[in-house]
């Protein structure tokens, strides 16, 4: 009888404990299919080729696409804008904003980048990633990564 009462006991005492665990959204592969479409549709309006980069919330590389004919180092520059965005959940314009106003020793800071075309992706408040472009003028850049954002959210 007693043993019954603990097993009972210890399954309530479980089923409070992960009652209470957090939940977290995160970019499946469903959602990064939807950002990148949309980002590659505005580059094509547009008619620029970039390099398009979608991070997690931690800056862990989901996609990386290189657009035809673009320069190679836009591989590691779209990595670089769009790991800020997540890292510091806020657009990588901000950090160029940082420097233009004197304030170089950001440029130290990890993951630092002050070149606009990275944006944070948050979804019902919570951070979940980063996406960026690179090849094209940098407000350009920040535009198709913007398109990406607003067919995640069905803006």
Request: include cysteine.
């Amino acid at each position: 009888m007693r043993k019954g009462l603990v097993i009972v006991l210890l399954s309530l005492i479980v089923a409070m404990c992960s009652a209470q665990l957090p939940t977290r959204k995160y970019l499946d592969l469903a959602a990064v299919k939807t950002m990148v479409a949309a980002a590659e549709a505005e580059a094509a309006k547009r008619q620029v080729h970039v390099t398009i980069c979608v991070v997690d919330e931690s800056g862990n590389l989901l996609f990386l696409e290189k657009g035809d004919g673009v320069p190679i180092n836009t591989l590691e520059v779209a990595q670089k804008k769009a790991r800020h965005a997540a890292l510091y959940g806020s657009p990588s314009k901000d950090a160029a904003d940082t420097v233009k106003k004197g304030s170089v020793e950001a440029l130290a800071f990890p993951d630092f980048f002050p070149n606009q075309g990275g944006l944070p992706i948050v979804v019902d408040g919570q951070l979940v990633g980063g996406i960026s472009a690179s090849g094209a003028k940098s407000e350009i850049d920040e535009a198709i990564a913007q398109a990406g954002i607003n067919a995640l959210l069905k803006k």
